[in-house]
């Protein structure tokens, strides 16, 4: 099992910054994916952003070129800077890690999924 726990989450207003984290424990063998998605009220989730091991990015149009996503493999945490925040960036962003788990012989790769965090941001 693989246990993701998120923080920086919280109320800012337009035009600022916020910075999530998201550590990833347990089991793990091999985190082969961490990303960043995000649900509005009322709408779907959506991808906002991910990173693989190699370090190569992947964004959302609506985030591009004002949302930054690192990871630190060392510590199986990903990052996910938030500038030039908008009132509709307001979303539970949730924390994702595809990871290989589990003891010798009984080893899988599924997706895990953080609680979530509140972002609000006010106009």
């Known amino acids: 099992q693989v246990q993701l726990v998120e923080s920086g989450g919280g109320l800012v207003q337009a035009g600022g910054s916020l910075r999530l984290s998201c550590a990833a424990s347990g089991n793990i063998i091999r985190i082969v994916t961490m990303g960043w998605y995000r649900q509005a009220p009322g709408k779907q989730r959506e991808l906002v952003a991910t990173i693989l091991n190699s370090g190569s990015t992947n964004y959302a149009d609506s985030v591009k070129g004002r949302f930054t996503i690192s990871r630190d493999n060392a510590k199986n945490t990903v990052y996910l800077q938030m500038n030039s925040l908008k009132a509709e960036d307001t979303a539970v962003y949730y924390c994702?890690?595809?990871?290989?788990?589990?003891?010798?012989?009984?080893?899988?790769?599924?997706?895990?999924w953080g609680q979530g965090t509140q972002v609000t941001v006010s106009s």
């Open positions: 994702n890690a595809r990871a290989l788990s589990g003891p010798p012989g009984w080893r899988t790769e599924l997706d895990y």
